[in-house]
């Protein structure tokens, strides 16, 4: 099971695009002036330097809000996720993808309403040699009302596993990557971060460095998680949502034991493990409010 891309529908696609590209830094993949008949006419698709066809999906809409968050399996995980999703009496679609990369499977409605999309088939793509691109996608965090609820719920339907939990959050892995996701202890549901691998912690610096050029400073970072021991760098994206710059997740074995809060707790004026940077408490908490997930299918 791999993290793949999130689709968002957005007002001004092509400004969020812009950014995304020139700013921030990745590849357009395909977009509306392409004309292409092998992704969505109105999306701009943004890919990083990996093997995922795109890692971002901006599709024009009179509203912002996420419409799925994909992820890439077997037929076999898909078959087993939708047998429990359909046990839970969940909302589960199934799917033909139109984005760039198509592929088929389904899309589940988790129970706070997150939209996992979980596809087979999808094509990848030659890799593009670039240091500055992302490589793919790390994470993709959503704010939850309840976070203890949201994480069981992925291991029992999803077969994912909850990797730690703080005072904040609860972490979720789908694979040995320390988490592909998390749930923040929000008291509401939406996106909370798109978080983007790059290569090395040299490709996070030169990010951040890149972001200073064209006047964005970080909203919090550079710094090191506990959780996961990751180098973030989060920023403000223009479009509203919160971007990440992040390397070196943990790897973690199958017998990994989960933390609790008291595990995880920091020396007074310390919330990562450089302490070398300000938080922007309350712009963040209002940019992780601005896309919320909200189903456009009817449940079949
Ligand atoms: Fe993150």
Redesign the pocket.
Known sequence: MRLRSIELVLPKAADAADFLVNVWHTKLAASPADARTDAKANTHYIRGSGSFPYLVALEEGEESFVRSVTFVCEQADIDRIEQNARAKALNVTPETSADLGGGHGIIVEMPEGELFRFLTGSEEVAPIDDPDLPVKLT?V?CNAVDAEQSGLAVEEILNFTVSDRTKGMVFVRCNASHHST?FARAGFNSLN?I?FEMADMDAVMRGVGRLRDYEYAPAWGPGR?GPGD?V?A?FIAPFGAVV?F?TAVEIVPDDYQAGAPEDWTWPENRIDQWGMSDKDFAGLKDAEANFKFKRTWQPA
């Open positions: 994470h965090v998390a971060h978080a998680h990751n973030f989060y990440e992040s």
